[in-house]
């Protein structure tokens, strides 16, 4: 056969050498709906604790509504449990064009495009609408899914400096020669939680003859004042060429994604991207419960005003507590810790605390820069961010990083 013992023990080699280091990852098991308190395991077989979840996408507390679960199981009775098709066969569902006509209207946009996730939006955007004679030009620091999607088109691709706008407008200077100039930046950065600055870069976007696409997952229903995005944030709804957002994290947080934007180029992904093309539509039970998250974050602001407060509130606290955390608006804040089998340990002790947050390290984020980003939701109370702060205080103090910054905890412990 030719997976030999040799080529095993090799693997095995190499995932031991991972586990010695302190890098491993292991998958815990939820015995709960997502909320701002779950159930917890570890795969080691212990018991279930319960513990307040500071590392989910569950930014609106949408998850596990009571008024989502009802409208899914109503799609489960009306539209059934599966397609068993793609969107062009037999695939498409009236739902499914309802559910893209109010995601149009909510993002600002002119026409919209479900895809089974926001990864698979990514994978197939770019080669539906460019050619090897045109240019993709990133942010150093777009999620991996867009890379991954830029690596299957034939375009050339270039990027810019994180945020380095002259430095971006030199690009733009640069490739003046091709056919299509597409900038491409996440809305809102999600290891860092920083925004684009969407504003001038459409003023670039627009001095240069370039197209502008954001990805704005972690965005979608709860940045802006009415929620809509970073693009409403920056004062520039109906100015993106293409959104691409996921219903996974604040819009239900079940799965699916959509790229929005022009009518001609949604269009040419409904004719030639291949996750659209080749993958089974997205399943009638999370339309459902997706057109009724968009029917309550449309009648008020009331959970996204919760979450500004919520987010404000921990960042207060963790910089009182000495905390090293990247500034920011968003609800995503990253605590700085550099070493990522500090950053292991630190979640470890956390999650004996009561208190479930994840180590990230590279390849996840670039080698030095671990961390463990915690994410606010309006699920959380204050007494939820009171007792997290307690035990992120004393963590800290365990491991004598409070009042470091990054220097001194490198000096410490290394990157």
């Known amino acids: 056969m030719s997976y030999s013992s040799a080529l095993r023990a090799s693997y095995q080699q190499e995932l031991d050498a991972i586990r010695a ?13 997502q909320g701002a308190e779950i159930e917890v395991e570890f795969p080691s077989g212990a018991s279930v604790k319960k513990v307040i979840n500071m590392c ?21 009775d009306h539209r ?17 064009r309802e559910l893209e006509n109010k995601l149009t209207a909510f993002l600002g946009t002119e026409d919209t495009l479900l895809f089974p996730s926001c990864m698979d939006a990514n994978a197939g955007v770019f080669e539906a609408v460019l050619n090897d004679q045109d240019v993709m030009i990133s942010d150093r620091l777009v999620h991996a899914s867009l890379i991954d999607g830029m690596r299957l088109c034939k375009a050339m691709t270039d990027t810019y400096k994180h945020s380095d706008l002259a430095h971006l407008e030199e690009k733009l200077q640069e490739h003046q020669d091709k056919r299509v100039r597409l900038i491409i930046t996440d809305g809102v950065f999600s290891m860092d939680g920083d925004l684009a600055k969407l504003d001038t870069i459409v003023e670039l976007a627009e001095k240069y003859n370039a197209m502008v ?34 219903l996974g994290k604040a819009l239900g947080g079940a799965s699916g994604g959509c790229v929005s934007g022009r009518r001609e180029l949604v269009e040419m992904c409904r004719q030639r991207a291949r996750p659209y093309l080749f993958s089974n539509t997205v399943a009638p039970v999370i339309v459902s419960g997706a057109l009724k998250v968009l029917d309550l974050i449309s009648r008020t602001t009331e959970r996204r005003d919760k979450l500004e407060e919520n987010t404000r509130y921990w960042r207060k606290l963790l910089t009182e507590a000495g905390l090293d955390i990247k500034e920011g608006e968003s609800p995503i804040v990253p605590v700085m810790l550099y070493n990522a089998k500090l950053a292991q340990d630190f979640a470890r002790d956390l999650f004996g605390e009561g208190i479930y947050a994840i180590g990230f390290f590279h390849p996840v984020v670039p080698k030095g820069q671990a961390r463990i980003r915690t994410q606010l939701s ?8 009171d007792k997290a702060a307690a035990a992120f205080t004393k963590i800290g103090k365990k491991y004598e990083i409070l009042g470091l910054g990054k220097k001194e905890i490198i000096a410490k412990y290394g990157q």
Request: charged share 20%.
């Open 378 to 385: 309006a699920a959380h109370d204050k007494h939820h961010l």
């Open 213 to 246: 696409l954001v990805d704005d997952s972690h965005a979608s229903g709860f940045i802006g004042k009415t929620g809509r995005g970073t693009h409403e944030h920056c004062g520039v709804v109906g100015k993106i060429d293409i959104i691409t957002t996921t």
């Open 56 to 76: 989910a996408n569950n930014y609106l507390g949408l998850s596990s509504h009571p008024d989502v679960i009802d409208a899914a199981r109503k799609g489960l």
């Open 21 to 33: 280091a302190g890098l491993f990852k292991e998958e815990r098991y939820i015995h709960a709906p």
């Open 80 to 96: 059934g449990y599966g397609l068993s098709s793609v969107r062009f066969i037999c695939g498409t569902q009236d739902i499914h």
